[in-house]
């Protein structure tokens, strides 16, 4: 079992950036997928970046590729997402994920991910 604390998001306007973290409490922290999902009222769960275990492989939704960069730092049990050029609807709340094994590339279904971080708002201004 691990635990995921989120940090970072909040207000930006139109073009602007935001870095988002999660901190897992356990060096295990390594032999997990992680991902980014976002979601907005009314709105199913929307799987935004996955990297795998050691970096081997990242993926990101059409949408924000170019735009957003995961990345996992496992000497410090962090998982990134490097948010540039926001966009409106880049506004929702973020939340972090974790699924135990090595798996390539990582899924993009939430129902795959057994551990989560309490979610975090970013919103993004016209």
């Known amino acids: 079992q691990v635990q995921l604390m989120q940090s970072g998001g909040g207000l930006a306007t139109f073009g602007g950036s935001l870095r988002l973290s999660c901190a897992a409490d356990?060096?295990?922290?390594?032999?997990?997928?992680m991902a980014w999902f976002r979601q907005t009222p009314g709105k199913a769960r929307e799987f935004v970046a996955g990297?795998?275990?050691?970096?081997?492989?990242?993926i990101h939704i059409d949408s924000v590729r170019g735009r957003f960069t995961i990345d996992r730092d496992d000497a410090k049990n962090t998982l990134f997402l490097e948010m540039t050029n926001l966009k409106p609807e880049d506004t929702a709340v973020y939340f972090c994920a974790a699924k135990w094994g090595r798996t390539n590339p990582p899924p993009t279904d939430a129902r795959n991910y057994e551990y989560w971080g309490q979610g975090t708002q970013v919103t993004v201004s016209s």
């Open positions: 990297v795998s275990r050691g970096n081997a492989n990242t």
């Open positions: 356990k060096s295990s922290f390594k032999m997990y997928t």
